[in-house]
Nanobody, 122 residues
Framework: QVQLVESGGGSVQPGGSLRLSCAASGRQTNIGAMGWYRQAPGKERELVARLEDGFTRYSDSALGRFTISRDFATDGAKSTLNLEMRNLKPDDTALYYC?????????????WGQGTQVAVSS
């Protein structure tokens, strides 16, 4: 199993910054792609940024403002997926979810965190 726990959401004014983190526990070698998705009220969940095999992918909205990265604990038992968000806009207001794709013994399984709220307003 993979457990994902997000943190770092909050309220910020337009133009501000936030850093989201997602603690991923479980066998790290069973985790393939990881990413951040978001869902605004009344809208479908959408990709924000994704990290897979060392390559990054960003939505058009996130490109140039957001940066995704992943840090590994020294013992390899945990990792943290980060999302640095700069120049935030009201349209960035949403519930942000951490995502992990299972591989090997967890192949084909998708894992989601519980979400962390980001609110951008003046």
């Amino acid at each position: 199993q993979v457990q994902l726990v997000e943190s770092g959401g909050g309220s910020v004014q337009p133009g501000g910054s936030l850093r989201l983190s997602c603690a991923a526990s479980g066998r790290q070698t069973n985790i393939g792609a990881m990413g951040w998705y978001r869902q605004a009220p009344g809208k479908e969940r959408e990709l924000v940024a994704r990290l897979e095999d060392g390559f990054t992918r960003y939505s058009d909205s996130a490109l140039g403002r957001f940066t995704i990265s992943r840090d590994f604990a020294t013992d390899g038992a945990k990792s943290t997926l980060n999302l640095e968000m700069r120049n935030l806009k009201p349209d960035d207001t949403a519930l942000y979810y951490c995502y992990a794709r299972g591989v090997k013994s967890l192949r084909g399984r998708d894992f989601w965190g519980q979400g962390t709220q980001v609110a951008v307003s003046s």
